[in-house]
């Protein structure tokens, strides 16, 4: 792994068609790729459920294949709802190494684990099982994703002293988020002396369009700088993380991530606290803080897209005062014609076991439903 701490995350790739999550634009990714690539940066993250099963196979397509072995780093990771007995464990990964063709992985996770999932992870002895496939040469480093308590995340490291890195979702947005924790959970792994890996430091793109007047606060600071460089930039601020995941979706993206993290300057205390200010201004807009990951979507038995109306909602919220006419009312009523409106949710409650943020989606639903569907 190069010392740059800028990763290419896998998971919100470019695609040939909105409506279809598995239709990447390999094309594009490839010259992605390319440009990440030509200015010194080598870290490729990944996972099973990215890009409904095809981001593994981009990976493949775009750098393994193109690239020799030894230019670049790939993680990928185990998932848990994959798991019903412990032979799956070994099915996937191998069926992983077949869909990248990178023959080893550098890092290899236990994927979203929580209080929930840990279940399926213990039952099936996974923290073992990592280690002998580290010892097998099959995986350099291991570790988890992890979206849980700090106390926890605590008790894991304690009990798995021997988890190489950690994964956790840091932004300036969530550092003091009493669900999320951030800070929490960042000061627990510093104090294990685990490198911490950073996901949604923009929270799902949410950090990327701020309210005007956080905007206008990072430009008259800053006004070369682009406003989600402030969010990459402050989680790569932290002493112990080693690498900021982003999920780049176009080219315009990767140029401005690596102009300023090639030879990136940590921000100062008073840029850290305008960041701390930001998040304040930010929380009192958003409705549903969703951050997309999609991993609520496949659980839905009425093909809900769930993350596809939060955003909508959040969206047409900020938009809708005065207006009779928005832009995401008319997506809204394209996409339910595909898939299962708001109002047919029956509240099986089954996305909000799968929801890192433990967002209490049923309500949040009627909520769209009353908005959108009246
Ligand atoms: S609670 Fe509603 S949105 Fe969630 S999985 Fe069930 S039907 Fe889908
Ligand atoms: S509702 Fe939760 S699981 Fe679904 S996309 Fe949003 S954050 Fe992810």
């Known amino acids: 792994m190069g010392k740059r701490k800028l990763g290419f995350g896998f998971m919100r790739l470019p695609l040939l068609d909105r409506h279809d999550d598995g239709s990447v634009d390999i094309e594009l990714v490839k010259q992605m790729v390319d440009a990440y690539i030509e200015r010194g940066f080598t870290y490729f993250d990944t996972a099973w459920n990215y890009c409904n099963g095809m981001s593994e196979c981009a990976i493949k397509e775009a750098v393994v294949d193109r690239y020799p072995r030894n230019a670049f780093t790939v993680t990928t990771k185990l998932p848990s709802f994959m798991l019903a007995c412990a032979e799956d464990r070994d099915r996937i990964f191998n069926e992983q190494l077949k869909k990248t063709g990178a023959g080893f992985f550098d890092y290899y996770f236990l994927h979203d684990t929580n209080e929930d999932t840990l279940k399926t992870f213990n039952k099936f002895d996974c923290f073992a099982w990592l280690k002998e496939k580290k010892a097998q040469g099959l995986v350099k480093n291991i570790g988890f994703s992890y979206h849980d308590t700090a106390e926890l995340l605590d008790q894991l490291l304690t009990e798995n002293p021997e988890i190489d890195v950690v994964q956790l979702q840091i932004n300036y947005l969530d550092w003091e988020n009493v669900t999320v924790q951030s800070r929490k959970c960042y000061e627990v792994a510093a104090r294990h002396g685990k490198p911490v890996f950073v996901m949604e430091p923009a929270k799902g793109g949410t950090l990327a369009r701020v309210p005007n007047d956080v905007e206008t606060m990072f430009k008259e600071h800053e006004p070369e700088m682009s406003v989600p460089s402030w969010a990459i930039r402050f989680a790569a601020s932290l002493d112990h993380v080693q690498m900021v995941l982003s999920g780049m979706s176009d080219l315009e993206q990767v140029l401005d991530n690596t102009s300023y993290m090639s030879d990136f300057t940590p921000l100062t205390e008073e840029e850290i606290q305008m960041c701390h200010k930001a998040a304040d201004m930010i929380n009192s807009t958003i409705a549903v803080p969703c951050t997309g990951c ?81």
């Open 294 to 374: 999609s991993y609520c979507v496949p659980t839905c038995p009425m093909n809900i897209p769930i993350p596809k109306y939060f955003a909508l909602y959040n969206a047409n919220l900020q938009e809708i005062e005065g207006k009779s006419w928005t832009a995401q009312t008319l997506y809204y009523t394209h996409l339910r014609e595909v898939f299962g409106k708001a109002s047919d949710c029956v509240k099986c409650g089954k996305c909000e076991s799968m929801c890192p943020q433990h967002l209490p989606i049923r309500t949040y639903m009627e909520d769209v439903a009353e908005h959108f569907e009246k």
